[in-house]
């Protein structure tokens, strides 16, 4: 069965400056997608970026960056010029793909990120 | 805002009880998955749903059922409800399976 580790329940980090969140993850399948969400005090759930496992480049949305590391099963995500916003739950999620089946994100325990001034 | 929505935001109801969650997924998606959020369990999939037919079962207790209707929203039904029960119930849909998804604000469901 595939898992989603995240192992730092909680990071800081000051205004400003750049964080990264690890996540690991194990499969046997190798069509897949990577995501991390984000979930703030609001609880709303929200997609902050999305990784292609057949895709070797890192992803990059503004200020959000992941390093993928697909033989490591390594899916870190980079936060540059953090700001107090960005404050929030951080899940790292797996989802296989091509599964007619169907299939369901399978999500890591998440990593409290705090922000401060 | 995903384009997901969910209604009722906030429930609060008694043990024993049956209560209906409602979910609309953004338009064009269809398929529409149930995840339960509590303090405990973290984030657990409950059941998915693509185009009116179930598709994946996760942790769903017998206790629970859903069905996506012709015009593709969701609905999940929770009876003889327990304390443990109280949690977030999110809806999340998805243009195909195995796609990113997108979910609604979630249900706060308390059992007292």
């Known amino acids: 069965a595939q898992t989603v580790t995240q192992s730092q329940p909680e990071m800081s980090v000051q205004e400003a400056e750049t964080v990264t969140l690890s996540c690991t993850y194990d499969?046997?399948?190798?069509?897949?997608?990577l995501f991390w969400y984000k979930q703030p005090p609001s609880r709303q759930m929200i997609l902050v970026i999305r990784q292609e496992a057949y895709k070797q480049q890192n992803a990059t949305e503004n200020r959000f960056s992941v390093n993928f590391q697909k033989a490591a099963k390594s899916f870190s995500l980079k936060i540059s010029d953090s700001q107090l916003g960005d404050a929030a739950m951080y899940f790292c999620a797996y989802i296989e793909r091509g599964n007619q089946a169907g299939t369901a994100l399978i999500f890591g325990k998440g990593t409290t990120l705090s922000v401060s001034s | 805002d995903s384009g997901v929505t969910q209604t009722p935001k906030h429930l609060i109801t008694a043990t024993g009880q049956r209560v209906t969650l409602r979910c609309s997924p953004r338009?064009?998606?269809?398929?529409v998955y149930w995840y339960q959020q509590s303090l405990d369990q973290g984030l657990q999939f409950l059941i998915q749903?693509?185009?009116?037919?179930?598709?994946a079962k996760g942790n769903i207790l017998e206790r629970f059922s859903a069905q996506q209707f012709p015009d593709l929203h969701s609905e999940l039904n929770l009876s003889s409800l327990e304390l443990g029960d109280s949690a977030l119930y999110f809806c999340a849909s998805s243009v195909r399976q195995g796609w990113e998804q997108y979910f609604g604000p979630g249900t706060r469901l308390t059992v007292t």
């Open positions: 338009s064009g998606d269809l398929s």
């Open positions: 499969t046997s399948e190798s069509d897949y997608y």
């Open positions: 749903y693509y185009n009116g037919e179930e598709r």
